[in-house]
Every structure is written in C-alpha cells, then in structure tokens.
C-alpha cells in the first residue's frame, strides 16, 4: 500500500508546444515530461534541459538529495525537491523501476514459504482425524446415554479445532516480513529465498561493486621500458578504449584527464579474464594481468606488483612481445559501510568470503582492511559458481552476494543469491533477494529479519496447535465425569477466534522490530 502510494498520478507533458496534464498511464516513451519543484518525478527518464536535486530516498534509504543535472537519470516515484527540469521519457508503465519493485514485493508476499507446504501437510491429517473425532466422540456419548452432551461435544470439537489460525500462522508473518523488508530497501523475490536466508552460514561477497564502490582510478604508474611515462599511458589507454571493462575505462579516464590524444587500433582482440591486444602501427601489443603477461614469457618484476598490493592497486601491465613495457595500479575505494557490514555478519556468526578476479596480494590487502575470514583471489568470471559449489560441499549453507553479469551464475548455484540494486538486471533476475541502493549494512537486517519471521512463524504454530491440544479433549468432555465441566460451543468459537487473533497480532510485531 505504501509503496503504491509512492506512484504519482498526473503528469505534465509538452505535446505540440502546449503544456498539458495527463494520466501517468498515458505518457508514451519519447515524451518531453516537466517537473517542477516538490512534485513527484511520474516517470523513469533522462534529464534534458534544467537541474535540481531529487530526493531518493525511497529507493536507496539515503536521505541526503541528489543533484541532478542534463543527461542524468531520474526514476519514477523519487520526489524533486527544488529546481525545475525537463526530461524524456525511457520507461513507462509496468517497465518503471517502482513498478516492478511493487509487482516483486506483491509476488513474494503471494508466495509460499517450505515451511508453509509442512503446515498444509499437517493440516491434511489433521482436519480428517478431527471429523472422525467429533463423530467417535458423539456416538460414545450417546451409547452412554446422554446424546445432548454429545451434540455439545461434536459441535464444540469442529469449532475449537477449525484450523483457521493454523493457515494463517505462515502467510500473514511472510506478508509482514516482506512488507517490513522492502521499507528497509531489502526486495524479496519469494517466501523460500526469505526462509532459506536464516539458515545461511557463509557468505561471499563479490568484490567490485559490492565491497567496492566500483568506481576504480589510476594511483600508481610505473614504466619500464623503452617509451615514456606519457607515451606508455597513450598506448595503453588506446588499446583499452575498444574494452567497456570498468578497468579500461579508468585508464581512458586517467587518459583524458591528462589531455592526451589516443592512437588508432586495428585487430583488436579481447582475451576473457586476463586482458585484450591490439596492433598499434604494425607493432602488437598486450594489456592485462599477471596470467596474460605470464603466458608471453615476459619477467614480472615481483616488487613492483608487491609495492601496488600493499595499497589495495590491481596491477594492470602493458606489454609488446618482447619486453614490459609499464606496470599500472588502479584502487577501488571501499564502500563506507563495507567494515560495518562485515561485523554485523560475524556478530551473526556467519563466516564471509570475497570472490574476485584480482591478484592475490591486492585481495588481501582488501580482506584484511574489512575482516574477511576467506580470500578467493585470481578467479575467472566462469569459476565463481565452481567456488560456490565448494563450500557447499563442505556443508556450508551459502548466500553469494554479487552485481554483474559474471556473478549470476554463481548467484544461481548459491542456497540463497542476494544482488546489489546497482548491479545489472541479469544479476538481479538470477538473485532471491536484491538490496537497494547496493548498501551492504541492508545484508546483515536481511538476515535478521529472515531469522524473526521465521521464529515468528514457529511461535504461531505453536499457538496455533496448543489451543487445539489443549481445547479439543475440553471439548470432548474429558473433564465432565470428574469435574463436570464441559466446553460450551460459544466458548470453544470465542477459544478458536482467539487463536486467529493471537497468531496476526504476534505476527504484526515484525512491523515494529529493531534491524
């Protein structure tokens, strides 16, 4: 209901010059939409003309506001909070970023938990036995000789034992749960992934993106061979313009910052996990890690390499075939709540691994600074699932959490696959869960919430078949030869209705717990 509320209603739109207002569900892709100062933003779009700062905090919980300025993208439902801009419309409808997260949460709060499947397997027996009970009960009364107790008995046992609170001990903590998840920027895709996450006692944390702000720069330089500092970088920023790695794009950056002119490519050629080549001139030359450099037979010099990992740098070395010719150090910065994040897991007792494709010393260095019990360093993008597999062969139960196409087989093959809002729509698909934002302290309150529903759960059930063991013999008239006391039918509905009761109102607590 909340987050429907968060969806504006009207838009302004430009349509032959003329400034109108139209439903939201009329706006069409390519529409020039206005928005003004303190309206919601109606649809996801890129900002044309204008600036202003845009609160997002429904989405990524930050409520700093956001500047945004011409070519930026805003999302649908996020509030402008001063100047006035124009933008166009990418995504409509069902296709908005509000929209899918609210048909997400509905999805997951319809769903069923395992948990809910043992509930109606028990029900299944249980209701039978009841009715066959209720009759046994009323045929011993009345060979006894007092038929109107049994009537009373029959009607008293189907009444107290309706097994109302019994279907509702699952389904109404999985919608509070859900609901409570999604306030805290945790989207839940199904009740199992939910379920499955209590019981998660090792996670790996992909690198870039998710421990990192995958943001990478240039910090070290260091040339070697026969071509300057200057013309060592313009080779090497030529050759990685042709790759869209985020890697590359720093050292084109480090490039354009540095006002220089980048040299034409010809039989470019991409080389998975460890780099790319490409002819400058008629001269061939190499750009990648340690294994591409390796394979050349070229010699690493180790305290360079050693000298970069020591401040967290992957090495990125510049080759021809004959010699080295620069090595290059590029930093991901550290998430600010990474260390947070990592401590709140231990305090959980769950052991975390990092999984990254990065030389072993720099993932070390990148372990030891968060506290990370187990590095997996130098893994190709096709391994990580493989590494996966192993610790749940170990008998780990294992979350991976990740955000690029490369980690959503290992996403997949993981007890429970948690992806960074960040990341990209394939690893969010392959993903149970997905953290808005890509706020790793959200990972941590996933996993206690995941843990109190499911207690939750168990403490309804347990209310749910105490009323029925306790009320059900009651109602039989077990204490009537004793004590004469027998269960009215109206008390035994006030008991049943009462049960129902106590299981939604136990269950609502989750709205009102701490993370």
């Known amino acids: 209901e909340k987050l429907l509320g968060l969806q504006a209603k009207t838009a302004l739109v430009l349509r032959n010059g003329q400034e109108i207002e139209i439903p939201v569900s009329e706006v069409i892709i390519g529409d020039i939409v206005i928005v003004k100062p303190g309206v919601k933003i109606p649809v996801d779009g890129e900002i044309i003309s204008g600036d202003s700062s845009v609160d997002e905090s429904m989405l990524t919980g930050e409520p700093l506001p956001v500047d945004k300025v011409v070519g930026d993208k805003v999302i649908g439902g996020t509030i402008n909070k001063q100047g006035m801009f124009n933008l166009r419309a990418t995504v409509v409808g069902e296709g908005t970023i509000l929209s899918q997260i609210i048909k997400m949460v509905e999805t997951a709060q319809g769903s069923h938990a395992p948990i809910e499947r043992l509930t109606d397997q028990i029900s299944s027996v249980f209701v039978p036995i009841v009715l066959v009970l209720s009759v046994l009960v009323f045929i011993l009364w009345t060979a006894l000789g007092n038929p109107l107790l049994g009537l009373l008995s029959f009607v008293g046992i189907l009444v107290i034992a309706c097994p109302c609170a019994l279907g509702l001990a699952t389904p109404t903590a999985i919608i509070v749960g859900v609901g409570k998840a999604a306030q805290k920027g945790i989207l839940v895709k199904n009740a199992e992934s939910l379920e499955k996450l209590r019981a998660v006692d090792y996670i790996v944390l992909d690198k870039t993106g998710t421990l990192t702000k995958g943001e990478p720069t240039v910090t070290n330089l260091k040339t070697v061979g026969t071509l300057s500092e200057q013309d060592s970088l313009v080779h090497l920023a030529s050759l ?37 080549q490409g002819k400058i001139g008629k001269k061939l030359y190499y750009a990648g890690n340690l294994k591409l450099i390796s394979s050349l037979g070229l010699k690493i010099d180790k305290d360079i390499i050693e000298s970069f990992a020591k401040v967290g740098a992957t090495p990125i070395i510049l080759a021809s075939s004959k010699e080295i010719i620069m090595y290059l150090g590029i930093s991901d910065t550290l998430k600010d709540e990474s260390i947070q994040a990592i401590k709140d897991l231990h305090k959980l007792g769950i052991k975390v691994a990092m999984l990254t494709g990065d030389h072993h010393l720099t993932a070390k260095y990148i372990g030891k600074t968060v506290g990370i019990d187990k590095i997996i360093a130098e893994v190709m993008p096709g391994d990580k699932a493989t590494e996966v597999q192993k610790l749940q062969a170990e008998g780990y139960k294992v979350a ?7 980690d959503a087989p290992a996403l997949a093959t993981a007890d429970v696959g948690i992806a960074m809002g960040t990341g990209t729509d394939v690893a969010i698909e392959s993903a149970g869960l997905t953290l808005l934002g890509g706020n790793l302290e959200r990972l941590p309150q996933a996993i206690k919430l995941s843990r109190l529903t499911f207690r939750v759960i168990k403490q309804n059930l347990f209310w749910a078949f105490a009323y029925n063991i306790i009320g059900i013999p009651i109602a039989a008239g077990i204490l009537y030869p004793l004590y004469g006391i027998m269960l009215n039918p109206g008390i035994a509905g006030a008991a049943m209705a009462f049960s129902s009761v106590s299981v939604v109102t136990n269950s609502l607590r989750l709205k009102y717990v701490k993370l």
């Open 240 to 276: 990685e313009a042709s790759s869209e790695h985020p890697l590359a794009q720093a050292i084109v950056a480090k490039a354009k910052s540095d006002k220089l002119t980048l040299l034409p490519i010809s039989d470019f050629k991409s080389i998975p996990g460890q780099g790319l």
């Open 400 to 406: 991976m959490v990740g955000d690029g196409v490369n």
